[in-house]
């Protein structure tokens, strides 16, 4: 089975990265981080960097096995991503206030680019 697998019973419980759009189990995001973005949202163990980068809401589900070679990994602009399952879009934006990614610059102006 795929270490990106998703029982179905549990797509209900899916967040998406406000950043990448990957989608994973709060408790993945939680023992792993994003792996995409870790080394500037650092998710991995923050209960609260986690509410404020990730969303429950988005629209549309893309599964990409290899994002290099994927025509809709470019199409959607995920082809630097691991493979995975991603939202189409995801609602929200990180607060303004949030200090995740900030020493870095991450976020100039509180929203992902």
Same mark, same amino acid.
């Given at each position: 089975m %795929?270490?990106?697998? !998703?029982?179905? =019973?549990q797509?209900r419980n899916?967040?998406? @990265? *406000? $950043?990448?759009s !990957?989608?994973?189990? /709060?408790?993945r995001f *939680?023992r792993e981080? @994003?792996? =995409?973005?870790?080394d500037f949202l650092?998710l991995?163990g %923050?209960? +609260?960097?986690? /509410? +404020?980068?990730?969303s429950? #809401?988005y +629209?549309? #589900? !893309?599964?990409l096995?290899?994002p290099s070679?994927?025509? #809709? ?9 691991v493979?995975? #399952?991603?939202?189409?879009?995801v $609602?929200?934006? $990180?607060s303004?206030?949030? %200090? !995740?990614?900030? +020493?870095k ?5 509180? $929203?992902?680019s």
């Amino acid at each position: 089975m %795929s270490k990106n697998f !998703i029982p179905p =019973n549990q797509q209900r419980n899916l967040r998406a @990265c *406000m $950043v990448c759009s !990957i989608l994973q189990l /709060q408790a993945r995001f *939680m023992r792993e981080g @994003c792996p =995409n973005c870790e080394d500037f949202l650092r998710l991995q163990g %923050s209960y +609260e960097a986690i /509410q +404020e980068c990730t969303s429950q #809401v988005y +629209e549309g #589900v !893309i599964t990409l096995a290899d994002p290099s070679q994927s025509w #809709v990994a470019k199409w959607q602009r995920l082809d630097g991503y691991v493979a995975g #399952v991603y939202a189409c879009k995801v $609602v929200g934006q $990180v607060s303004r206030g949030s %200090s !995740i990614g900030n +020493e870095k610059g991450a976020f100039a102006d509180g $929203v992902s680019s």
